[in-house]
T-cell receptor
């Protein structure tokens, strides 16, 4: 299995500021994924973080709002920029390990005030 | 792109009864269908999955069935226990690979003693 460490686990931020979430995996993985889970809702894919190229964003998500870095095969960051209360959610990173199972980080619970 | 619908949104059963959750998907190219259990405040955990070359898979009290022609798959939990209470999400692989998952809307299962 893959062990994923996600930081921070939670944060309370002022509107208009930005927060960067880190995701570290204990194994090299080809693709990492970022999801958003709004309160009481399902998981929505934000983007796929590709090593060595720009992230691929899903409909409704843009790079200016959610810039992503993927400097190597074990690490990725997601930044939530210019935050508003509507960005209050849980953000989760995920990796596909050996094409058999998707593992999730423990999530970052973000509250924007 | 892929779209996954899940029913019911809530399900209450007596301990010992069976529970069935159903999902339909839109993309005929999808070939990987996992089910996740998410307890309150925790990350989603894979409980069972099925690939398109298999019609049914069972793991103790949990089983999943897949009908590729009709594009639907179901989770069956037998002899339910209070610790089965959680939110369950189905998912389908977008673009025909195991990496990018599109999730259903979730089912909140409550098992009453």
């Amino acid at each position: 299995s893959a062990v994923i460490s996600q930081k921070p686990s939670r944060d309370i931020c002022q509107r208009g500021t930005s927060l960067t979430i880190q995701c570290q995996v204990d194994s090299q993985v080809t693709m990492m994924f970022w999801y958003r889970q709004q309160p009481g809702q399902s998981l929505t894919l934000i983007a796929t973080a590709n090593q060595g190229s720009e992230a691929t964003y899903e409909s409704g998500f843009v790079i200016d709002k959610f810039p992503i870095s993927r400097p190597n095969l074990t690490f990725s960051t997601l930044t939530v920029s210019n935050m508003s209360p509507e960005d209050s959610s849980i953000y989760l990173c995920s990796v596909d390990y050996l094409g058999t199972e998707a593992f999730f980080g423990q999530g970052t619970r973000l509250t924007v005030v | 792109g892929e779209n996954v619908e899940q029913h019911p949104s809530t399900l209450s059963v007596q301990e010992g009864d069976s529970a069935v959750i159903k999902c339909t998907y839109s993309d005929s190219a999808s070939n990987y269908f996992p089910w996740y259990k998410q307890e309150l405040g925790k990350r989603p955990q894979l409980i069972i999955d099925i690939r398109s070359n298999v019609g049914e898979k069972k793991d103790q009290r949990i089983a999943v069935t897949l009908n590729k022609t009709a594009k639907h798959f179901s989770l069956h939990i037998t002899e339910t226990q209070p610790e089965d209470s959680a939110v369950y999400f189905c998912a389908a692989s977008g673009e025909g690979n195991t990496d990018k998952l599109i999730f259903g809307t979730g089912t909140r299962l409550q098992v009453f003693p």
